[in-house]
């Protein structure tokens, strides 16, 4: 099949689509395009997921509004259903790949799942098929990983066996499908008639701008907007160091200093996690660095975000010192597990850092999250006992908690705020103003 006749069968709805990956993106992209009315599979290696999809239960955790319900409608319609076997990709027109691509210890990309996709996707690849990455890529994996890739394990050529797209995702968990449905996206494509096709395709489930590219311009894009909040929020964090250090509240100097035309200073916090900033940055940077190209302030950046975690056990133990106590064998409470509020998504949490290091330090961890399963409970029981409570993520319960009651059941009232989830009941419960970063300790 020609582009040509592709292009006409996604404008009759009559394409079959494959998704390969049904994570946090995968199985929300496959929903909406089986609501758009496409005959969707979906291939995932863990056949637990495969076997909840196709009883029509969302296997993903935290509030994400409207997705339970656009999954069970979809699979009773017969427009979605999941399988571990690739085989079932043979027939299809265009396949989407969304698998994690995560940087080891070194900052390198392995591309383990992705490399793996690759292998199992070419010997079954139809010809004519449009094969679009929606996966993050470090600038020039399309090019030298994905295409020689697939056309070896195909025995196809790009342009001529199949076509070859990178559309990146611009998602976070809590809005994967108002995200996916109103921000725009750029249709990176190896050739311009590859893009049309890829922006036909998305103007079916995308209510935003489709913005025509080759593929390396996507992926610069991408990892290029990841890094430049990732800066941003490093500013956010160093001036919240400063403030502490002098003397300032950082929340007036921020509110201040957007008053100011053309600032728009980022919120400071405990930590960056998730599977994009963190790691996003190092994808932008990767062959640069290894082409000697000096990158200063990318790099920097992540040392400050990974550093918050590691300051907020600092503030924990500095403030058990001004009680009279020593961190070592003392008990804290951690409030939130997953990075983000409302979310059960762990990854590159900043709170696992915080509890190793409260654990190297001697003192005795409590870990609560509602989203979480393994850290649910309840937390007035789980604070009964505790020196120090740390909260990690602004999840509403905690916004919400009755922070003097909290308090009160733990042996010394210590919080260290590291989201300003206490802030709006600090006068009300008189707590006492010891520190002014966004960390501040309160008791």
């Known amino acids: 099949m020609n582009l040509a006749a592709l292009h006409q069968r996604i404008a009759t709805r009559d394409a079959k689509l494959g998704v390969i990956g049904l994570g946090y993106v995968g199985l929300p992209v496959a929903c909406i395009f089986a609501e758009a009315g496409f005959d969707v599979v979906g291939v995932d290696i863990k056949a637990d997921r495969v076997a909840t999809t196709n009883a029509g239960h969302s296997p993903i955790e935290g509030q994400e509004p409207g997705l339970a319900d656009l999954l069970a409608r979809v699979v009773a319609a017969g427009t979605l259903r999941a399988t571990i076997d690739y085989i079932a990709l043979a027939d299809r027109d265009i396949i989407t790949i969304n698998v994690e691509t995560p940087v080891d210890e070194d900052h390198t990309p392995r591309y383990k799942a992705l490399k793996s996709v690759?292998?199992?996707?070419?010997?079954?690849?139809?010809?004519?098929?449009?094969?679009?990455?929606?996966?993050?890529?470090?600038?020039?994996?399309?090019?030298?990983?994905?295409?020689?890739?697939?056309?070896?394990?195909?025995?196809?050529?790009?342009?001529?066996?199949?076509?070859?797209?990178?559309?990146?995702?611009?998602?976070?968990?809590?809005?994967?499908?108002?995200?996916?449905?109103?921000?725009?996206?750029?249709?990176?494509?190896?050739?311009?008639?590859?893009?049309?096709?890829m922006i036909a395709?998305?103007?079916?489930?995308?209510?935003?701008?489709?913005?025509?590219?080759?593929?390396?311009?996507?992926?610069?894009?991408?990892?290029?907007?990841?890094?430049?909040?990732?800066?941003?929020?490093?500013?956010?964090?160093?001036?919240?160091?400063?403030?502490?250090?002098?003397?300032?509240?950082?929340?007036?100097v921020r509110e201040l200093v957007n008053k100011s035309p053309g600032r728009n200073m980022l919120y400071p916090g405990a930590g960056v996690g998730g599977h994009c900033i963190p790691k996003d940055p190092w994808l932008l940077i990767y062959q640069a660095v290894e082409k000697d190209v000096p990158i200063r302030?990318?790099?920097?950046?992540?040392?400050?975000?990974?550093?918050?975690?590691?300051?907020?056990?600092s503030l924990a133990e500095r403030a058990l010192t001004e009680a009279g106590k020593t961190i070592a064998g003392s008990r804290?409470?951690?409030?939130?597990?997953?990075?983000?509020?409302?979310?059960?998504?762990?990854?590159?949490?900043?709170?696992?850092?915080?509890?190793?290091?409260?654990?190297?330090?001697?003192?005795?961890?409590?870990?609560?999250?509602?989203?979480?399963?393994?850290?649910?409970?309840?937390?007035?029981?789980?604070?009964?006992?505790?020196?120090?409570?740390?909260?990690?993520?602004?999840?509403?319960?905690?916004?919400g908690l009755n922070w003097a009651k909290l308090l009160a059941e733990t042996t010394e009232g210590i919080v260290i705020d590291g989201r300003r989830a206490v802030q709006a009941q600090l006068e009300s419960i008189q707590l006492r103003r010891i520190g002014t970063s966004p960390l501040a300790e309160d008791r």
């Open 332 to 399: 804290i409470l951690v409030l939130g597990y997953a990075y983000l509020e409302e979310s059960d998504d762990t990854r590159n949490s900043p709170s696992a850092v915080l509890v190793e290091r409260l654990r190297e330090l001697g003192a005795e961890v409590m870990i609560h999250d509602p989203y979480v399963l393994e850290y649910q409970g309840n937390v007035h029981e789980m604070a009964k006992g505790c020196d120090a409570v740390v909260v990690m993520v602004r999840h509403r319960e905690y916004v």
């Open 297 to 313: 302030l990318i790099p920097a950046a992540r040392a400050v975000n990974d550093a918050m975690p590691l300051h907020a056990a």
């Open 118 to 197: 690759l292998r199992h996707l070419g010997p079954v690849l139809k010809p004519g098929t449009l094969v679009i990455v929606e996966s993050t890529l470090a600038p020039g994996t399309m090019s030298d990983l994905v295409k020689p890739m697939l056309e070896k394990t195909s025995g196809e050529t790009v342009n001529q066996g199949f076509y070859l797209g990178h559309c990146p995702e611009r998602v976070m968990p809590g809005k994967l499908l108002v995200n996916l449905r109103s921000v725009s996206r750029v249709c990176g494509g190896e050739t311009p008639e590859t893009a049309r096709t």
């Open 201 to 252: 395709l998305y103007r079916h489930v995308v209510q935003a701008d489709l913005d025509p590219a080759d593929c390396v311009t996507a992926e610069l894009v991408k990892t290029a907007e990841n890094a430049y909040r990732d800066v941003n929020i490093a500013f956010a964090n160093e001036v919240a160091l400063i403030c502490e250090s002098v003397g300032g509240d950082v929340w007036q």
